[in-house]
Nanobody, 116 residues
Framework: QVHLVESGGGLVQPGGSLRLSCEASTTVVRLYTMGWYRQTPGKQRELVADISPGGGIDYADFVKGRFTLSRDEDKGSVYLEMNNVQPEDTDVYFC??????????WGEGTKVTVSS
């Protein structure tokens, strides 16, 4: 069983910054593709960014140049640095760990609200 714990969400003003953290384990972040997704109630969960075990990072077009995903294997954690956030970034953000065989695990999510 893989346990993921997100933190760092909250209220931030437009143009501000926020850093989300996902705590897993050293083994998980080394062997799984780790990703951040977001979801608005009533809509499908969408990929924000993910990092493969080899270190390749993919970003959704709507966050390129604003958000940065990073991984700290020693701490067993991945992070999402969110800069220049906009009201449309308001969502619940979920951490995901997916193994190559398709096994997928989710955290409970952390709420991000962008509002003045």
């Amino acid at each position: 069983q893989v346990h993921l714990v997100e933190s760092g969400g909250g209220l931030v003003q437009p143009g501000g910054s926020l850093r989300l953290s996902c705590e897993a384990s050293t083994t998980v972040v080394r062997l799984y593709t780790m990703g951040w997704y977001r979801q608005t109630p009533g809509k499908q969960r969408e990929l924000v960014a993910d990092i493969s075990p080899g270190g390749g990072i993919d970003y959704a077009d709507f966050v390129k140049g604003r958000f940065t995903l990073s991984r700290d294997e020693d701490k067993g954690s991945v992070y999402l640095e969110m800069n220049n956030v906009q009201p449309e970034d308001t969502d619940v953000y979920f951490c995901n760990a997916e193994f190559m065989c398709g096994l997928s695990y989710w955290g409970e999510g952390t709420k991000v609200t962008v509002s003045s």
